[in-house]
């Protein structure tokens, strides 16, 4: 059995630990070893109508024309949604925290830009009357020219994927088109360092691929609310994300969640609750709307791929002395959470290691795929799997054990961060130690004798200079694109001249807890 080493961060730990090192049942795990778990799907609402949506073959299309008639007419069928049914037709996760700009639709109305994207949802009395409605759906699409690749995506000429970010980067902060770190001269680096390796990492989107596929069901409560059963790993993003694509207030709903059959990220999005619910708004009675395991693939969000660029200049005795990183996420047609998954990475550079020089440069990218999401650390394990298999080659570069190449660059306490914080409680060595003790791997009596507390601080705190490069200028406040929603018809009419502005209102203290937190999206403190 692994032993806990107290003798690190003793003044952090608890010795009243109750519950590692026993058994522990968890609360709903007699459910589920005996079946009787209940999961949204397990609710069978008295005339409960299905909802099956009609999806794009294309990877990137223009809409000519969309006929519904013929499945208007088709049996069973109660109602047919369009992009022009829905409320606020245009919405992205992110934006509840004013993060980001909405740029997805639920159902297309002009284009299609990835494979497996809404069009048309048909509400029916039975799933098969809904596919059979679909099949009956006419679409007139104009292939358009689609790019899969982050680099092409970002070359002069590249189609132009999602129009919100014409350029197919997202923008942070309405200035930047990527997040960046720079600390210390990285070139200076590598033109005193005694070896430089570049190396080139490509990661694959991943499926999440639960048991149980992303579903809804939403049913009329009294006074006018909603109760909706759903899978959602995030049951407040989606109560809000839906009362706003449906322009109603919150408490409007009832979600009822919290009894997962998978996910792993894959069930942070909202996907199936907004159409569940304005089916249920346009019929009066319970709709179901759950995926099919091609559509979980086709429209359920993987794990973003990610390329990764790593330049590290070492010196003879193991000591890297500059690193540069430069890596695109491929975020797919539409933002979902990659562009946070950018900023998480941002934080994470260099790794565990102090490095005086670090250069990094990581972009949000969008091409013609399926979009994107959380998957279990996403933004740092693909960095964290590219950073250790560069530590083990530059190690086998110089001649070093790979364990103790990683003792010697690793961040000891007082060590500066790249980021410009002081490292505390660090332990990396003593967890390669420990790591090397259990698989029998031998290290150097000198490697065994380093430790997290000593040798840190010094030179390896101080800030080095670091050169400037010019900001860029804030671009004046954009129009939110607002084409998808119900606006009124543009006129030919000039705008009537703008009243005079209200005198200035006396300021007010903001109502505050007293508590100050930390954004990690902003980085600022906030109350």
């Known amino acids: 059995m692994l032993e806990l080493r107290k003798d690190i961060f003793a003044d952090e730990r608890d010795d009243n630990l109750k519950e590692i090192g026993k058994g522990t049942q968890r609360q709903d795990m007699l459910g589920h070893v ?25 990877a990137h299309a223009r809409l000519r024309r969309i006929d519904t008639m013929e499945a208007e007419r088709a049996p069973g069928v109660r109602r047919i949604i369009r992009g022009a049914d829905v409320p606020v037709n245009l919405n992205t996760l992110l934006s509840l925290i004013n993060f980001g700009k909405d740029d997805e639709p639920s159902l297309a109305v002009d284009k299609v830009r990835y494979k497996g994207e809404p069009i048309v949802a048909v509400v029916a009395d039975s799933p098969r009357e809904a596919f059979e409605a679909l099949a009956k759906v006419r679409v007139d699409y104009e292939p358009l020219p689609a790019v899969f690749d982050v680099e092409d995506a970002l070359k002069p000429g590249a189609p132009v994927v999602n129009e919100t970010y014409p350029k197919n980067t997202f923008i942070y902060h309405d200035v930047y088109d990527h997040q960046k770190l720079r600390f210390g001269d990285v070139e200076r680096g590598f033109a005193e360092a005694d070896h430089v390796l570049e190396q080139r990492y490509q990661m694959s989107p991943i499926e999440h691929a ?29 109560l809000d994300t839906c009362a706003k694509i449906l322009d109603v207030p919150s408490n409007t709903f009832h979600f009822i969640g919290g009894t997962v ?3 792993f990220g894959g069930k942070v999005d909202t996907l199936t609750e907004p159409l569940a619910i304005l089916g249920a708004m346009l019929t009066g009675r319970p709709v179901r709307y759950q995926l099919g395991r091609e559509e979980e693939m086709q429209f359920g969000s993987p794990r973003g791929a990610e390329r990764i660029y790593i330049k590290d200049g070492v010196m003879r005795d193991g000591r890297i002395v500059a690193r540069k990183i430069r890596a695109y996420f491929d975020s797919g047609a539409y933002t979902r959470l990659s562009s946070y998954a950018v900023v998480k990475c941002a934080a994470h550079l260099p790794g565990p290691y102090t490095i005086p020089n670090v250069s990094g440069d990581i972009y949000c990218v969008f091409t013609n795929r399926t979009p994107a999401t959380a998957m279990r650390g996403f933004g740092v394990t693909a960095m964290d799997f590219a950073l250790e298999c560069q530590m083990d ?21 007082g060590d500066m961060k790249a980021h410009r914080r002081e490292a505390k409680n660090t332990a990396l060595i003593e967890c390669v130690q420990v790591a090397a003790e259990k698989a029998k791997w031998p290290l150097r009596e000198e ?36 084409t998808y929603d119900r606006a009124p018809a543009a006129t030919t009419q000039p705008p009537a001249p703008a009243p005079a502005p209200p005198p200035p209102r006396p300021q007010t203290p903001s109502p505050s807890h007293g508590a100050a937190r930390f954004s990690s999206v902003f980085g600022t403190r906030r109350r």
């Open 393 to 413: 080659k530059l190690a086998h570069l110089v001649g070093i054990d790979p364990m103790e190449f990683r003792i010697l660059n690793a961040y000891r306490d």
């Open 447 to 482: 490697a065994r004798r380093m430790s997290s507390r000593k040798d840190g601080g010094g030179n390896r705190a101080a800030i080095s200079p670091t050169p400037l490069e010019p900001v860029p200028q804030r671009a004046a406040a954009s129009q939110q694109r607002t």
């Open 34 to 58: 005996t079946g009787t778990s209940t999961y949204f799907d397990d609710h069978k609402l008295q005339g409960m109508l299905h909802l099956k949506v009609l999806r794009s073959p294309h």
């Open 261 to 263: 059959g998978g996910g």
């Open 210 to 238: 639960p048991t149980e596929t992303n579903g809804s069901i939403a049913a009329p409560d009294t006074n006018g609310r909603y109760v909706v059963y759903t899978s959602t790993q995030a049951l407040f993003f989606s």
